[in-house]
Antibody
Framework: EVQLVESGGGLVQPGRSLKLSCAAS????????MAWVRQAPEKGLEWVAT????????YYPDSVRGRFTISRDNTKSSLYLQLNSLKSEDTATYYC???????????WGQGVMVTVSS | DIQMTQSPASLSASLGETVSIECLAS??????LAWYQQKSGKSPQLLIY???RLQVGVPSRFSGSGSGTRYSLEISGIQPEDAADYFC?????????FGSGTKLEIK
């Protein structure tokens, strides 16, 4: 059974940093592209980052490029998202997700909440 | 960026009814369109990918169709457990983008 378990969320002040983690199990992690998707309270879904199987290629939307960094450790079956220079508009539930054979998301974690507030 | 315009924003349906949700892409996406269901307080779940392919375990009352820039999700024979938000997503190119969502209420 595919499982994705996020951790590392919390309350953080604007301008500060936070690192999210996602522990994966139930599949061969090193064979799959992985991603982060976020959802602001009572809002829609926003893709945040994608990383290739070996971590050599990453993709970001303009809204987070230069502030967020996605990474992975295939030896630990773990995915990470470093969030820097946080803004109030980054407040959201962050989901770890596995990419399907095309760039959709076939499995999602339960999500972790990040609140950016002074 | 490809904009995904989803409609309607909300709809109400009776048990057994058939409903349709549409997504319009700002440019052609070659059938690279996925649909997700998100129940209240839960994470999204993949329903359909590549326009019409049902994810494993998804009931056959869900179906997808479309081409070019216009795509739709149909739910036939609405069940109580179908009450949820539904989102489309283009998987054609980066940046990946979602529709704004449709809230389905069961009468």
């Amino acid at each position: 059974e595919v499982q994705l378990v996020e951790s590392g969320g919390g309350l953080v002040q604007p301008g500060r940093s936070l690192k999210l983690s996602c522990a994966a199990s139930g599949f061969t992690f090193s064979n799959e592209y992985m991603a982060w998707v976020r959802q602001a309270p009572e809002k829609g879904l926003e893709w945040v980052a994608t990383i290739s199987t070996r971590g050599t290629t990453t993709y970001y939307p303009d809204s987070v490029r230069g502030r967020f960094t996605i990474s992975r450790d295939n030896t630990k079956s773990s995915l990470y998202l470093q969030l820097n220079s946080l803004k109030s508009e980054d407040t959201a539930t962050y989901y770890c997700a596995r990419h399907g054979s095309r760039i959709f998301f076939d499995y999602w974690g339960q999500g972790v909440m990040v609140t950016v507030s002074s | 960026d490809i904009q995904m315009t989803q409609s309607p924003a909300s709809l109400s349906a009776s048990l057994g009814e058939t409903v349709s949700i549409e997504c319009l892409a700002s440019e052609g996406i070659s059938n690279d369109l996925a649909w997700y269901q998100q129940k209240s307080g839960k994470s999204p779940q993949l329903l359909i990918y590549t326009t019409s392919r049902l994810q494993v375990g998804v009931p056959s009352r869900f179906s997808g169709s479309g081409s070019g820039t216009r795509y739709s999700l149909e739910i036939s024979g609405i069940q109580p457990e179908d009450a949820a938000d539904y989102f489309c997503q283009q998987s054609y190119k980066y940046p990946l983008t979602f529709g704004s969502g449709t809230k389905l209420e069961i009468k």
